[in-house]
């Protein structure tokens, strides 16, 4: 039975013949002497060893036949119409390149590359040669080919550059982005693993060897059953993720950790993509392993449900906490379950948590609770401080993961990273309008997030029996303490316990945490992605000029960095004025419409907004003009359809086209903000701006932003 792999060109197979080339590749990999297939030679060609196969009577497969150790492979190079596909046929050639040891297909006469323009002046420097590099090393060091080479030097700019990349998918267009980005040789080299090819007397093998290289993974993949080859062929070039990793990305799918590891990176640097895989990898090393894959809103663990079935159906997903296979959920659901199944010892752990009992501790307190009590309690605190925001985070990140009962351990309690200083007097007033909250809660029973996550992780935290062999945690950078202490406890301190993605600069909720005080020690086992995969150049440059300046700090406590790069370009972000709200929606409607009668599919279509209530709006306004639009809220983005929704409902999503309506703050926000302490109203900018970032970051290739004057 012959071993199909996969091209990353292969696998862009246009949407009318995959059925076809579907039907095609399976009996390929099941048998190539199938009648039908027609795998025949190629006169006068470049390579003996490639082969043609016959599609259906127009289309034909260009492929590769390698044989070694008694075993046939194809790798699938594309397809093509007859004639085209004869051409293609003759005049390419798998290799390894000799000096980095990676497979590469080149041409008998490659054709001159087609590179944008550049205005050179005399005074115009190359990017390249001003970043320290030589035409010599380039090509001697990193195998790059010479015609390639002699374009980039000639590129004066980053842009020049990251258009010659995209002309050249897989490992060449790869080294190409990094260079651009300041990156040096040595890192290239060491973070593909690139090693000069020893030639072991077998062509075949070696190229196969080749194949096998972490550097060969963003362009080639080992189909490995019919199941897997469908995924691929369905899921076109948009899944393409779920099977070409980046070498650095299957890294750290791979890779075993002695403790807690942390992979932080920008939007759309694959993050999820990694956490996915793991818990795949992870599966698949232990079938009888408890995997929990969370995050912080249900709406995002439905998402990553999603992402795990496509990338392999056979992967079991548990339905319970505890069961072998993946438990995905989200992270105030795994607390809740925790809660349920506590059996008897709950009210033991609610007395520990909270110093009292509660008699419905698996209902919610609701979320107006701290408004309510802030205008129903006499006080003697500033506005600064008797407001929900500063209440709500100093109870969440103070008084519950200390397990405070009263006034006199919250005076003494340590209030590191807090920002606001508080002397005694303001301690006993900031702690009586905490007693206030409690007694509310105390008439219904019920606890709060924060709080049924704290009595969740005092619970777990005496069982000796854990819930969980490895958590894997997505958006970690909007958990809170309470929420740490509960993933902590749900399973040992062993290798591969727990594997966290955070971002500071997506941090959309609550105030920042760092890691080593809540029980989850890092202690260098932390590293950053930083090549984006969604979006492209521009709208990534429009994407980070948002948040240029903001003081981000990571859950390292250190200050995050950017240098995030695309390999994608496309136009530059639109921004538009609006005068009026109708005039807002007027625009919104065009720049939809267009697409959709362009022929853009609608689901790959979103407006976001800054409310439900102008999401509501927009739906209204696009239906009238005859889009089908549809409000998403905590249900999944609409199949056919484009998709309205506010821009934190937009956290995790990806699209093609993108208008952001980027409505100026109310007066009633600006005035909130106002009355918060300096340092609570510096974190809110920043959450604000984390959010338009977000925002900014879901477009893969158009982005328009319409602004009310």
Not at 163 to 189: E, M, N, Y
Request: with cysteine; aromatic share 4%; glycine share 8%.
């Amino acid at each position: 039975m012959p071993t199909i792999i996969m091209g990353k060109l292969a696998s862009k197979i246009d949407g009318s013949i995959r059925s076809k080339a579907m039907a095609f590749l399976q009996k390929l990999g099941t048998d190539d002497t199938t009648s039908g297939l027609h795998i025949e030679p190629i006169e006068n060609a470049a390579d003996p060893r490639v082969r043609t196969g016959r599609v259906d009577n127009f289309w034909r497969a260009v492929m590769f036949r390698l044989d070694s150790d008694g075993e046939r492979h194809y790798v699938i190079h594309g397809i093509w119409p007859h004639d085209d596909a004869i051409a293609e046929a003759r005049r390419v050639r798998l290799s390894v390149n000799p000096i980095n040891g990676l497979p590469q297909i080149a041409e008998i006469e490659p054709p001159i590359e087609s590179v944008p323009a550049v205005t050179k002046s005399s005074a115009s420097q190359s990017l390249l040669v001003s970043l320290g590099h030589d035409r010599n090393t380039l090509v001697e060091t990193l195998g790059l080919p010479e015609h390639v080479v002699s374009q980039a030097i000639d590129a004066v700019d980053e842009d020049a550059v990251l258009d010659l990349a995209q002309q050249h998918d897989g490992w060449i267009g790869t080294i190409l982005v990094d260079l651009a980005a300041g990156d040096t040789v040595d890192s290239v080299v060491a973070r593909l693993e690139l090693a000069k090819a020893a030639p072991s007397g077998n062509a075949d093998a070696d190229v196969l060897h080749s194949l096998k290289r972490p550097g060969a993974a963003f362009q080639y993949a080992m189909i490995g059953d019919q199941d897997e080859l469908r995924r691929v062929i369905e899921g076109g070039d948009f899944g393409a993720w779920r099977i070409f990793l980046h070498p650095e990305q299957l890294r750290y799918v791979e890779r075993s950790y002695n403790g807690p590891f942390r992979l932080s990176g920008g939007a759309g640097t694959g993050k999820t993509v990694v956490l996915v895989h793991r818990a795949r990898a992870l599966a698949r090393r232990n079938p009888n392993a408890r995997i929990v894959l969370t995050t912080f809103t249900t709406n995002l663990a439905d998402a990553l449900s999603d992402s795990l079935t496509q990338l392999d159906p056979r992967v079991s997903q548990a339905k319970k906490l505890g069961q072998p296979g993946v438990h995905v959920t989200g992270v105030d659901a795994l607390a809740s379950a925790v809660l349920r199944g506590a059996g008897s010892g709950l009210a033991a752990s609610v007395r520990e948590v909270l110093g009292e009992d509660r008699s419905a501790p698996l209902a919610r307190t609701a979320g107006t609770r701290w408004r309510e009590v802030v205008e129903s309690t006499d006080t003697s605190l500033p506005p600064a401080m008797a407001n929900e925001s500063f209440l709500s985070s100093e109870y969440g990140h103070i008084v519950l993961p200390n397990k405070i009962h009263d006034e006199a351990g919250y005076l003494r309690v340590r209030r590191p990273g807090r920002g606001v200083a508080l002397d005694r007097a303001k301690r006993s007033a900031v702690w009586g309008l905490i007693a206030a909250y409690r007694a509310q809660s105390r008439i219904d029973g019920s606890l709060d997030f924060t709080e049924a996550a704290a009595v969740a992780a005092a619970h777990l935290a005496k069982q000796t029996d854990k819930r969980a062999d490895h958590v894997l945690i997505d958006e970690g950078q909007d958990l809170s303490p309470t929420h740490w202490q509960l993933l902590r406890a749900l399973t040992g301190e062993h290798p591969d316990d727990l594997f966290i993605a955070e971002d500071a600069h997506q941090r959309i909720y609550g105030a920042r945490v760092v890691l080593s005080r809540c029980g989850v020690a890092i202690v260098g086992r932390s590293r950053r992605l930083t090549l984006n995969y969604r979006t492209t150049a521009q709208n990534l440059h429009y994407a980070m000029k948002i948040i240029e300046g903001g003081q981000y700090v990571d859950m390292e406590d250190d200050t995050e960095t950017t240098g995030y790069r695309s390999a994608r370009t496309g136009p530059e972000p639109e921004i538009v004025l609006a005068e009026t709200l109708s005039a807002e929606l007027q625009i919104i409607g065009d720049y939809v419409l267009a697409w959709v009668k362009a022929g853009t599919d609608a689901e790959t279509v979103a407006v976001l907004v800054s409310d439900r209530f102008h999401r509501d709006r927009v739906v209204t306004a696009l239906t009238e003009r005859g889009v089908d639009a549809r409000a998403v809220d905590r249900d999944r983005s609409p199949q056919g359809r484009v998709a309205v929704m506010t821009m934190h409902r937009a956290k995790g999503t990806e699209f093609s086209k993108v208008v952001i309506a980027a409505d100026r703050p109310s007066s009633v926000e600006l005035a909130r903000l106002e009355a918060l302490a300096l340092s609570e109203r510096a974190d809110a900018d920043l959450r604000r701006r984390s959010l338009r970032y977000v925002a900014a970051t879901r477009a893969r290739d158009e982005l328009v932003v319409v602004v009310q004057q």
